[in-house]
């Protein structure tokens, strides 16, 4: 079981920088990919960003690419999306998901809800034109 919480969300002009941060509890972390997902009013829920359970590899949504980095520490349970450069389409509730499984993971999957078993509450992202 991985219990995740999400912050640093909030209301930010066009170009400028947040700092999301999940805070999970739970034994095996350390041991699942972690992801970053977006819905904004109306939509799908959008991948954003992942990492693998060791930090290796990490994977983006082409509409973040370059703006965003998503990093993670085991030894403190957190995980991180730098969202930088933040434009009014990047507006949305930002959830931290957990993989439902350890270890590997094919790539192509990442991106996929189906993975990730665990969700926090969401922290809302606004970016103000």
């Known amino acids: 079981q991985v219990q995740l919480v999400e912050s640093g969300g909030g209301l930010v002009q066009a170009g400028g920088s947040l700092r999301l941060s999940c805070a999970a509890s739970g034994r095996t972390f350390s041991s699942v990919a972690l992801a970053w997902f977006r819905q904004a009013p109306g939509k799908e829920r959008d991948f954003v960003a992942a990492i693998s359970w060791n930090g290796g590899n990490t994977y983006y949504a082409d509409s973040v690419k370059g703006r965003f980095t998503i990093s993670r520490d085991n030894a403190k349970s957190t995980g991180n999306l730098q969202m930088n450069s933040l434009k009014p389409e990047d507006s949305a509730v930002y959830y931290c998901?957990?993989?439902?499984?350890?270890?590997?993971?094919?790539?192509?999957?990442?991106?996929?809800?189906?993975?990730?078993?665990?969700w926090g509450q969401g922290t809302q992202v606004t970016v103000s034109s």
């Open positions: 998901a957990a993989a439902r499984n350890s270890g590997y993971i094919i790539g192509s999957l990442y991106s996929s809800r189906l993975i990730y078993g665990y």
